[in-house]
Nanobody
Framework: QVQMVESGGGLVQAGDSLRLDCAAS????????MGWFRQAPGKEREFVAA????????YYADSVKGRFTISRDNAKNTVSLQMNSLKPEDTAIYYC???????????????????WGQGTQVTVSS
């Protein structure tokens, strides 16, 4: 089992920055790919960013490319999402997710992930 807790959400103005952190406990963090998803009211959960087990490969949704950066620290069992130049359309609950160990599939669907955090609210005002 893997437990994850997100932190760092809040209310900011358009153009501001926020950093989300996800602390994971449980087995084999370094053997799991990690992702961030978000869900706005009335919308489906959508992919934001993902990072491979070693951190050597990162993936981003087109809507956040160039503004968001995902990173991980396998020594501390954490994954982070640095969000710059925030826009009102970035408003959502943000979720951290982990795959099963040694996962080698795709990273872009919620069904690719086995474990989820409880989410943290990000609100961007215009």
């Amino acid at each position: 089992q893997v437990q994850m807790v997100e932190s760092g959400g809040g209310l900011v103005q358009a153009g501001d920055s926020l950093r989300l952190d996800c602390a994971a406990s449980g087995r084999a963090f370094s053997q799991r790919a990690m992702g961030w998803f978000r869900q706005a009211p009335g919308k489906e959960r959508e992919f934001v960013a993902a990072i491979s087990r070693t951190g050597s490969n990162t993936y981003y949704a087109d809507s956040v490319k160039g503004r968001f950066t995902i990173s991980r620290d396998n020594a501390k069992n954490t994954v982070s999402l640095q969000m710059n130049s925030l826009k009102p359309e970035d408003t959502a609950i943000y979720y951290c997710a982990a795959t099963r160990t040694m996962y080698t599939g795709r990273y872009f669907s919620p069904t690719d992930y086995n474990y989820w955090g409880q989410g943290t609210q990000v609100t961007v005002s215009s």
